[in-house]
């Protein structure tokens, strides 16, 4: 009998899923598979501490179903022996020593990571990561010969071809292909989210706390009070919890914020998503199926569905459309550091001070927070996109580098010149204002522009407008701000500009705001 060397698989820490392609080509009674914890991942951002707990818990769980499914795992402990620090160096160990032909791998989630296992001349053998359900070829074939893409027309395409909320006629659900309009209710006063679906920690996620408290102290984010699902079955929990309570109201109040309300009517299910416990195509179509039994309105399926196969697909295919040179992009030339309070949470500013310190509690801030409250004041004060991409990979659970890069580099700062979207999400303090109750609660006055007890985000809007003329003027989605700027009597003009430059000084004295 000949008996040939056994194959080695690689899963990483976002890749833990039972039918990855990499895992699909091997054969458990013959090959191995590698999973290892390693610093190079774990510190090339200071990944928040609960982050690192998540990876590490649901890679050690993955590891025993794996086992229990009659694989040979080989795992590799961040404090064990030899462990070399680095994913292309462990697969060099381990190769050696199992005298692996081949080395099976489902392609990478971040370019950076991929681009060092090519470098290390592994005998690596690539799977397209089938969990995606438009591939990097079928992206860039869309993409070919497209002045501009943009995300409605790649969104219905991808509609039409996975049938989600189509009729048979091949139009779309209630004869739209948006509801966005239905989409944006602030939260009527008393109303409250459900309460969040918890997991408590295990004996493996305890042990991984402790290990991460002992190695990731540095690291900014609370230790404490991890409560995210670490195996398939407490993430199928929380997903049935969102499809029970907070779907129905996912579309009226998308975009609503509230004091001391994190998750609203938001799955929190991207962290699960992203790391392989939930498929994409299951969640569709158990939305899908919602909808057509009655049991949730079409505006809420419909702008679930959207930000699945819409949004996520189409991120994913401008990064690895673009990569490298796409996280280099500075198309407005900003230089400004990232204000110290991001890592923090010191501001008097309300809305800025809740969603830094949810996010720094809870690895979490739903979309609008990230967009319009963080996101929003990091493009109006010029910050250097390359820092806040940093900050918005290292501080969130769910963030990786596919995923996060093109929403803030693209969809917040603008700074691909409008490749991904075709404005800026740019706001002053009166949109804050309507979506949320955090006004109400701050030491500003969102009723003012100059002053100084004025609300920071109304003065540096009009800076913004006011010093990117020559790049937005000729926008037509910007057409009647800029007509709004040239009816403001002189005086008041130069008023605004001097409170936008007293802030932007006090950033670049470190001075909190
Ligand atoms: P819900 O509001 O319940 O939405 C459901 C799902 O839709 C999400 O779980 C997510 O998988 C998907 N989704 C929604 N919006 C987007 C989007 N714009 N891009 C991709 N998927 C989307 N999402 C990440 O998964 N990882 C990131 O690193 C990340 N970084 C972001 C950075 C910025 C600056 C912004 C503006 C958005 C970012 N998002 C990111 C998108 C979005 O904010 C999160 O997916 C969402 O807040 C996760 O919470 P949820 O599961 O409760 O989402
Ligand atoms: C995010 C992360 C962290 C913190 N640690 C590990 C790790 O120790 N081992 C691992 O295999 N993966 C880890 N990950 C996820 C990887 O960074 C991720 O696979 C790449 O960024 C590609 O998406
Ligand atoms: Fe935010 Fe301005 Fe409202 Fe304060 S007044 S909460 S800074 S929008």
Not at 212 to 239: C, I, K, M, N
Not at 318 to 347: D, K, S, V
Not at 497 to 512: I, N, S, V
């Amino acid at each position: 009998m000949v008996t040939r060397a056994p194959r080695l698989g690689l899963v990483l820490g976002d890749q833990l899923s039972f039918d990855l392609a990499g895992l699909r080509a091997l054969d458990p009674a013959h090959d191995a598979i590698l999973m290892a914890e390693v610093a190079g991942e774990a510190r090339y951002v200071p990944h928040h501490p609960q982050k690192i707990i998540l990876i590490f818990s649901a890679m050690r769980h993955f590891a025993e179903a794996l086992r229990a499914r009659g694989w040979q795992v080989h795992y590799v402990a961040l404090d064990a022996a030899g462990n070399t620090g680095s994913i292309a160096c462990e697969l060099q160990r381990w190769q050696q020593a199992l005298g692996a032909s081949e080395i099976h791998f489902t392609e990478c989630g971040e370019w950076r990571l991929e681009q060092a296992l090519r470098d290390a001349h592994l005998p690596l053998v690539w799977h397209r990561d089938d969990r995606f359900l438009c591939s990097r070829a079928a992206f860039a074939r869309w993409a070919q010969g497209r002045p501009q893409l943009r995300m409605e027309q790649f969104y219905r395409g991808m509609r039409k071809r996975s049938g989600y909320l189509m009729q048979p006629d091949g139009s779309p659900a209630g004869g739209a292909w948006n509801f966005d309009s239905d989409n944006r209710k602030a939260l009527p006063r008393g109303l409250r989210g459900p309460f969040p679906a918890r997991f408590a920690p295990d004996a493996i996620t305890v042990a991984v706390t402790q290990l991460v408290r002992e190695h990731f102290s540095d690291h900014y984010g609370a230790v404490e009070g991890f409560d995210y699902p670490v195996t398939h079955a407490e993430a199928e929990q929380l997903w049935q919890h969102f499809l029970d309570f907070g779907l129905a109201a996912f579309g009226d109040y998308q975009d609503a914020m509230a004091e001391g309300e994190p998750y609203l009517f938001h799955a929190r299910i991207s962290a699960a998503l992203n790391i392989g416990l939930l498929d994409v195509r299951r969640l569709c179509l158990d939305v899908d199926t919602a909808w057509r039994e009655g049991r949730v309105p079409l505006n809420a399926a419909e702008g679930f569905i959207r930000q699945l196969i819409g949004w996520r697909e189409y991120v994913r295919g401008i990064y690895w459309l673009r990569m490298p040179e796409y996280a280099g992009l500075n198309h407005l030339g900003n230089q400004r550091a990232l204000p110290e309070f991001y890592w923090t949470g010191h501001t008097q500013m309300r809305c800025m001070a809740q969603a830094i310190g949810q996010t720094l509690q809870l690895g979490y801030a739903h979309h609008i927070q990230r967009l319009m409250i963080t996101g929003n004041f990091a493009l109006l004060a010029g910050i250097v996109p390359s820092a806040i991409c940093e900050w918005y990979l290292a501080v969130y659970m769910d963030a990786f580098d596919w995923v996060e890069l093109p929403n803030t580099l693209g969809m917040v700062m603008h700074a691909d010149g409008g490749y991904l979207g075709s404005k800026p999400y740019c706001a002053s303090g009166r949109y804050i204002q309507r979506m949320s109750d955090h006004c109400k609660a701050c030491s500003y006055r969102v009723d003012q522009v100059v002053e100084e007890t004025a609300c920071p985000f109304n003065a540096l809007y009009w800076h913004f407008i006011i010093r990117h003329r020559q790049q937005f003027a000729g926008n037509p989605r910007l057409a009647l701000v800029y007509r709004n700027l040239d009816g403001m009597p002189i005086e008041r003009r130069d008023a605004v500009w001097a409170r936008g430059q007293t802030l932007l000084a006090k950033l670049d004295a470190g001075e909190g705001v």
